[in-house]
């Protein structure tokens, strides 16, 4: 008989940002490390078919996939943390897009006259999604999105009930992550919170099998005999989730605890010990770094925090590339532009302008990238931070005063940036956008020795995931290279044969360089994407004093 294949469903309880999402992908780590092949989902519970179109300031990141999939950011831990699975737009989905499958079913008549329901079509289709998801593991671990208790989510839950039903206790396994509050002024860890929210998944039909309690301080035995009683579970399946200082922390402690032990049990899987050797030593890095260095990072205000969540991981992924600390310091270009703030940028040891999409702050990026170009600080701009050094470039090295980007000057006479001639008029921007995974070709060296881009990557071929609309403009690419402006990556378009600049550097200059794609969504902290490797290097030889210092 072939091998049943097992579901882990994780639930969140309480109350939302307690770190579903990191559990989940830590869970994944260390089953993965087992030998189990393992894969992920992310249901999520709103009507969006995708979060593309969301805001990411409500949402966080939108992380894309190599198909080009615009999914939810918990699909970047677990791209970070689950080393070998490979995720596609199956791996996320939205109660929009179960929504909208049995809603296009019905309409083609496929449902033979039936009453279309909740119960059996949605939640029907929320089995078939999970399955699809599931059919190259072994072991499926799904996050639930939203909170148990809030009305969106009821279907999935459903879903997940009549799945541990008919696949048996044996195949599918609860775990619920909700918060055990210290309170101080009683002096004691509370356990009420946990216990109405597992109240709320029992009345559904949803015993829990293991609870993992976020909490700031390790659960005493009393404690969690009590959550167990209350719950319905033994005090043996009660895990404290301690607050880390970082999140790769998390699995080495989720391990020291038995956890992984207990849901192998749980799920009768025999598998060896786990090897977390690797992943230790690497968490030891982040732990006792050898430098530190400080990176600007360039933005609209509103565009920081969640909305650069693979950002922030891939510096510190950079960092472990070279046992450093990276520190991140946000400089607002508004402010820039207003003439403030100027005097942070002589603080860091590199300057970052990342992704974005929106004029306001622009000419703050701008002059950002001015500022480390002119003194020679190492500069790293992704997506629209090349864009914008192009730019930047061509107004003040290559005499084009004028040079804008056709999205913020739709009739600019000097656009450098603008939408292939294949996309002109095209009203659905939604349509043009190029997503997901493109091959690039590497320039290994000019005259002057390796470039940047090669020496970082040690490879002529590569592929990388984009998310944009704008390209360099051929009509301009020929004055701005004769102006020193070095095209080290390039991709042919396959439809136009328009050759498109993927990657640009500055020969001469410490580090510069300027990618169109997005390579925090590559990056783990297991294999430190290259360029962020090379950034962090660059800056730990920033040669700025009391930054880039010994610690
Ligand atoms: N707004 C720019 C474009 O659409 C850059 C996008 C981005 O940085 N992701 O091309």
């Known amino acids: 008989m072939a091998k049943q294949k097992k579901f882990i469903f994780v639930t969140g309880g309480v109350l939302s940002s307690i770190g579903k999402g990191i559990a989940s992908a830590s869970l994944g780590m260390l089953m993965e490390s087992r030998g189990i092949k393992v894969t992920m989902v992310k249901m999520d519970p709103y009507l969006n078919v995708d979060p593309g179109t969301m805001s990411p300031f409500q949402h966080g990141e939108v992380f894309v996939l190599d198909d080009g999939a ?11 943390f689950v080393q070998n699975a490979v995720f596609s737009r199956k791996n996320s989905f939205t109660t929009g897009r179960i929504y909208d499958s049995v809603i296009r079913r019905e309409r083609a008549g496929g449902y033979l006259g039936k009453t279309v329901q909740v119960i059996p079509h949605i939640t029907d289709e929320i089995k078939r999604h999970i399955d699809e998801a599931a059919v190259d593991a072994d072991l499926a671990i799904v996050e639930v999105g ?35 509050p210290y309170i101080a002024a009683a002096g004691e860890l509370k356990t009420k919170p946990t216990q109405h929210s597992v109240k709320e998944l029992r009345e559904i039909g949803i015993q829990p099998d293991i609870l993992l309690c976020r909490t700031d301080r390790v659960i005493p035995r009393d404690v969690r005999e009590k959550i167990g009683l209350f719950c319905n579970v033994s005090a043996e399946q009660v895990f404290s989730a301690i607050d880390v200082s970082s999140i790769y922390e998390v699995p080495l402690y989720f391990a020291e605890e038995g956890l992984d032990e207990k849901v192998v049990e749980k799920l009768g899987i025999w598998t060896s010990k786990p090897d977390i050797s690797k992943w230790a030593a690497m968490v030891e890095k982040i732990r006792k770094p050898k430098q530190q260095v400080t990176i600007g990072i360039v933005g609209k205000y509103t565009d920081w925090r969640d909305s650069y969540k693979s950002l922030a991981e891939a510096l510190v992924h950079g960092g472990v590339a070279n046992d450093c600390r990276v520190n991140m310091l946000y400089i607002d270009s508004e402010e820039l532009e207003k003439g403030v703030g100027r005097e942070l940028l002589d603080t860091v040891d ?8 929106g004029e306001r702050g622009i000419e703050g990026k701008i002059q950002a990238v001015e500022y480390a170009r002119v003194n020679k600080i190492p500069y790293f701009g992704i997506c629209l931070g090349m864009q914008l050094a192009v730019i930047e470039y061509a107004r003040h090295v290559a005499g084009l005063k004028d040079a804008h980007s056709e999205e913020f000057r739709p009739d600019g006479r000097e656009n450098v940036i603008a939408l292939m001639e294949s996309q002109k008029g095209v009203k659905d921007l939604g349509g043009t956008m190029r997503l997901g995974a493109y091959p690039c070709s590497v320039l290994s060296k000019t005259a002057a020795g390796p470039t940047k881009a090669y020496t970082a990557y040690k490879k002529e071929q590569i592929t990388e995931r984009h998310r944009h609309r704008f390209e360099v403009n051929p009509r301009f690419r020929g004055q701005i290279e004769e102006a020193g402006l070095l095209v080290s990556g390039h991709h042919v378009h396959r439809e136009t044969g328009t050759d498109l600049v ?10 510069f360089l300027g990618c169109q794609f997005h390579p925090e969504f590559l990056s783990k902290p297991m294999v430190p994407h290259p360029l962020f490797a090379g950034f962090i290097k660059a800056a730990t030889q920033s040669g700025r004093k009391g930054q880039a210092k010994l610690l």
Do not use: C, K
Request: charged share 20%; glycine share 12%; aromatic share 8%.
């Open 502 to 511: 993927e990657m640009v550097e500055i020969p001469g200059h410490p580090w």
């Open 350 to 357: 590199g300057v970052l302008v990342p992704g974005g999409f």
């Open 146 to 180: 939203g909170t148990v208790g809030d009305i969106e989510s009821l279907p999935f839950l459903e879903a997940i009930r009549q799945l541990r039903v008919e696949r048996g206790s044996e195949n599918v396994l609860f775990v619920h992550l909700t918060l055990v």
């Open 70 to 80: 615009e999914t939810d950011l918990d699909l970047g831990h677990y791209s970070r």
